[in-house]
Nanobody, 120 residues
Framework: QVQLVESGGGLVPPGGSLRLSCTASGDFLSINTAAWYRQAPGRDRELVATITTSGRTTYAESVKGRFTVSRDNAKNSMYLQMDSLKSEDTAVYYC??????????????WGPGTQVTVSS
């Protein structure tokens, strides 16, 4: 019943910016820690950023200083502001979140992904 959906992907030139959004819908109590992952063809899925319910964040070394993760609990949404994009950022970006379905009962959910292509 719970779904995560990403949006905001697209084609941008090197040095450009994109803002990804992830919105949860369905019947649940809250969203716990959430994260952005990405996967390029032929590569393993990698963790890009995480954010707790209180807004504490972590980032992969490859995106520090360029990406910013945030969330709006009232809107059940999480965002990834990506600046100074490089060709190596090209990947499918996935939203991931631990959803509290019932009190202290959590389940991990994934969105279907959104394509980000950085190219001239």
């Amino acid at each position: 019943q719970v779904q995560l959906v990403e949006s905001g992907g697209g084609l941008v030139p090197p040095g450009g910016s994109l803002r990804l959004s992830c919105t949860a819908s369905g019947d649940f109590l809250s969203i716990n820690t959430a994260a952005w992952y990405r996967q390029a063809p032929g590569r393993d899925r990698e963790l890009v950023a995480t954010i707790t319910t209180s807004g504490r964040t972590t980032y992969a070394e490859s995106v520090k200083g360029r990406f910013t993760v945030s969330r709006d609990n009232a809107k059940n949404s999480m965002y990834l502001q990506m600046d100074s994009l490089k060709s190596e950022d090209t990947a499918v970006y996935y939203c991931n979140a631990a959803i509290e379905l019932n009190r202290r009962h959590y389940r991990d959910y994934w969105g279907p992904g959104t394509q980000v292509t950085v190219s001239s």
